[in-house]
């Protein structure tokens, strides 16, 4: 064997086909790292990360920041009178080993304020559990004043949650936001998805599955239960979550036979592609921490209602040239995906863009958009669009394809149809009985029923003319 063919062996396995090498993952980064020098927190989130996976830190940095705005709202150019809030759905998808635990990292210095307010709450309920079960064991303690289950608003929910407590805690997390009293959203972070799909097979978080799918557009739930714990009432779902996780955890939660649920349309899967060697020396930037820390704890006092005109021309723009072009190929399953992803171009976008523009912000509650600020969500509705296609465009073609043979209409001919058609246009009474093969009363009836229909009229005494060549 040559050297030249035994170089080329060796080379095969590096040089094989990366799957995520059919995203533009280069341009992406190269855009990010544009933005970066624009945006405050860009540079300290992709700080030592490789290129191609900058585009899951966008996404959940920014469902993170988004999920403090918890208080702020919108008006969104479909249907503007509803008030909208910053609903993410985030699953970050990759192999084994690929890095999944940057995005556990950026969790725990982000979401700080609202780990740090559940804390004192979560201490009450503890405090409460406790003195039931001294209650149980203590004589001194049953003459005690009664146990009050202390109202609590916890907002950080791991996956071994009951739902009632969801429920609860849900109802409960609501503040007075100038004047209007406004739900809080719940929050959940898992680094292992398989853990949420097995927790939600269970009874403690029965019916998960359901509240996922409504908190995108916090759509209205409910439950009337006989036991005494449960809430009894009607209420809109306000919960984000972000999951890591691996292609097949991604496929065990969405498959082809639940497609047709909705929420791989809900959904921003983001790819982490296992790239980049193990930096012995990484780059230390001492403020890094303190930057994301601060930012997190001003955005979490943010409130009110955010203008985001420019991101609705630009969100509107992108969709309707995309949605021309799926309805010139005549292309249901690309219409599908394409539905939400304005949501996501501007949920990623606006928390960068507000911290960019924070001083105007701070002074006269106006954000005065830009051409990059508009690059930015479009980039956001890029990625989304892509990666929808990448994760999930052939089930979405499978799902229209199998709906089609699912409900083709066969047409059926009956002899009933067969013997109108074989009447010649104009026909006498004697001709209709020879067709169907009928008395004269008979025929005398069906020809008083169609010419009541309109399907035949009359030429002159027992002569007609058929007015519609078949039976409709």
Known sequence: MTS????QKCQTP????????MLPLDKWAEELQEMAEYYPCMKELFLNAHPHKMPAILFS????????????????????????RLNYCIFIIGDPGAGKNVIEKFYFKIADPMIQADQCLIDAVNRYKDGRTERTTSTKAQKGDALKKPVVGIRVHPARTATGEFIRHMLAAVENVQGTPMNLHMFSFDSELDNVTKNNKGGDWKDREILELKSFHNEQD???YANQESITGMFNVFWNFIYTGTPYALHRKVNQRNFGTGMSTRLAVIPLPDKGMAQRHQKVDPNANEALRTWAYRLDKVEGEIPIEPLN???????????????FNGDKADRTLLKRIPYYGIGVSLPFILMRHWDE????????MDDTDKRLCHLAMEIQYKCQQFFFGEMAINYFADQNKEFVVRKRTTRYEECFRKLPDEFKTQQFMDCFGCSQSGASKAIARFRKDGLIEDVKYSVYRKVVAELP
């Open 222 to 224: 409910g439950q009337m």
């Open 14 to 21: 590096c040089d094989a086909e990366d799957i995520y090498g």
């Open 361 to 368: 912000w701070q002074e006269s509650k106006t954000l005065t």
């Open 313 to 327: 021309d630009e969100t509107y723009d992108w969709q309707s040239s995309h949605l021309e072009i799926a309805e």
């Open 61 to 84: 940095s920014a469902a993170l920041f988004g999920t403090l705005m918890t208080r702020a709202y919108y008006h969104f150019w479909y249907e503007p009178e509803i008030v909208r």
């Open 4 to 7: 030249q063919a035994t170089s």
